[in-house]
């Protein structure tokens, strides 16, 4: 008796297919074709931006007696929805800014084709559930931009949290050593007195002395911190 393969990851999602994909009218061919190049454009775009983190990919090689040998794409990764509105991008319904598990998987006959179902299914759930597409992917010059405005809102954020414990500004020490190299990186330094706890501490790196400063005061105020 053979044993039908288990079609869904970890997280229950079902795997993409070949049947399905070409079953599927509205993937173009050119997409297909694409897939695994636009999946690398789109997590490069991300992850600098820290709306993805933690990525691994996965391969499993599997040779039923009496059948085919398949091939299993994982891809697997922490998705920050919080960052997702900088980019256009929405939030899955029903979830909140935190971050969350996510695997997108492909199952082929071949590597190759497991990989494109894979990235397929990864494009696929960034458009569908969030709004991204590969196609409206920042420039690096725009990715910059998008870099900067959410470390202030992260850093106006954290003061935010500091102004609710009762942080008192007047306590607040901040240092930054230079960088050694050109543009940097510098490493800057955070402490501030709460009354009735104690001293909040932070540290921080960046490319440029506020970036570094930035960076120091968000780890301060961070929900992990407090």
Known sequence: TKTAPNLTNELGRKMLTLNELNNNPA?????KNNAVNQHHNVLSNL???????????????????????????HLR????????????GTGSPG??????????????????????????D?????????????LNMPTPSERNKIAKKMWKREVKRSKSMLDLIGCDSRSVLCSVEDG???????KASFSARIPGWGTLVGEGMGKSKEEAMAAAHTNAGS???L
Not at 96 to 117: D, F, I, P, Q, W
Not at 128 to 133: F, R, Y
Not at 180 to 186: E, L, S
Request: aromatic share 8%.
């Open 27 to 31: 993937t173009p061919i050119a997409q």
């Open 47 to 73: 992850s600098a931006m820290g709306v993805i983190t933690n990525f691994h990919e996965k391969f499993i090689h599997m040779k039923p007696r009496g059948e085919r040998e398949r091939f299993v794409t």
């Open 77 to 88: 990764y922490t998705l920050h929805p919080s960052n997702l509105s900088l980019l256009g």
């Open 95 to 120: 979830t909140t800014s935190k971050s969350m598990l996510m695997v997108n998987s492909g199952m082929a006959h071949t590597k190759k084709e497991s990989r494109m179902l894979a990235a397929m």
């Open 122 to 134: 990864f494009l696929t759930q960034l458009y569908t559930d969030h709004s991204l597409s590969p």
């Open 180 to 186: 050694h190299k050109r543009n940097g990186p510098y």
């Open 223 to 225: 929900e992990e911190t």
